[in-house]
């Protein structure tokens, strides 16, 4: 079974930032886009940010500005920088990574900010 890795995530205070990252191993392909989920405590899983086949980034709304989203498409790796942080971006952050034919999605790394 293929599953991405995720790594980073953690404790900050409000105003603080963290980064997660995500690649899938032993695996090279062309990527059909590749895009971060989060989903908090009691809430369904909601997309945060996502780079499509061409290259397009966007994100939602409440995290624009304070989060940037990179990948690097040959090492199938994804990164998620989130600064100022607040206490509702509280979550456990879910990446997916698409190649032709297959979603592959990772278990999820828990990311915690306290006021």
């Known amino acids: 079974l293929v599953r991405p890795v995720e790594s980073g995530g953690g404790s900050v205070q409000a105003g603080g930032s963290l980064s997660v990252s995500c690649t899938v191993p032993?695996?090279?392909?062309?990527?059909?886009?590749m895009d971060w989920y989060r989903q908090a405590a009691g809430k369904t899983r909601e997309w945060v940010s996502g780079?499509?086949?061409?290259?397009?980034?966007t994100y939602i709304d409440p995290v624009k500005g304070r989060f940037t989203i990179s990948g690097d498409e040959a090492k199938l790796t994804s990164w998620l920088q989130m600064n100022s942080l607040e206490p509702e971006d509280t979550a456990m952050y879910i990446c997916?990574?698409?190649?032709?034919?297959?979603?592959?999605w990772g278990q999820g790394i828990q990311v915690t900010v306290s006021s």
């Open positions: 997916k990574i698409c190649v032709p034919g297959q979603n592959y």
């Open positions: 032993r695996l090279t392909s062309n990527t059909c886009g």
């Open positions: 780079i499509s086949r061409d290259g397009r980034i």
